[in-house]
């Protein structure tokens, strides 16, 4: 605390009062600085309500109802997996059939390991025929599509004997059969496929062959 200030004479009157004032002076600067130290602590506290004025909830928010997100459609794998398999498995034009089939005046056609009572038995007409696809009027490569999907539907179906018709060829140039040979080489290069014979005349000679599928591997439960 500040020792107060006493005069010893009038002399001393002057230097007195110079001093009482420069206090004042002092006194009313630290004053000033308080209240303006005040007012900016009180302006930045009320910054946001000055400049935005009172906030009011809006009406109804309470009773409003948000949507829930809709999920992402789910990718199509299966598919995906199934357009993979086909590409792998494109049938080709170029397959050499003629060393696989057996040397008979109908060409038949059985996997390795399988005997020959197995084609016999196909033309003997011993396995049911269960479905048949006529590829008349099909142009080569809407006939490999057809007989692609055909066989694979098939066999995933638990069929075992289908008949495939391509055809004499009565109608086509040189009166060639031209999906004839095609067919063959197709079928052969089937993994679905075990065998396959000409059919028999009342199931359409020399214009259908008989095919024997794989059966299906079925899980165990």
Known sequence: ????????????????????????????????????????????????????????????????????????????????????????????DEFDVSTLLDVDDQLSFRRTGMGPDVTRRLRAGQWSIQRQLDLHGLRVDEAREALGQFIRLAHRTGLRCVRVVHGKGLGSPGKTPVLKGRVQGWLVQKKEVLAFVQARPMDGGAGALVVLLQPVLRKNS
């Open 1 to 92: 605390m500040t020792a107060p200030l006493k005069a010893q004479s009038f002399a001393d009157l002057k230097p007195l009062r110079r001093t009482l004032q420069e206090r004042a002076a002092q006194q009313a600067e630290r004053e000033r600085l308080r209240r303006e130290a005040e007012q900016r602590a009180r302006a930045e506290r009320h910054l946001f309500q000055d400049a935005v004025g009172a906030v009011q909830p809006l009406k109804g928010q309470h009773e409003r109802h948000w949507p829930a997100p809709v999920p992402p459609e789910p990718l199509p794998v299966q598919r995906q997996l199934d357009e993979a398999r086909v590409l792998h498995e494109s049938l080709s």
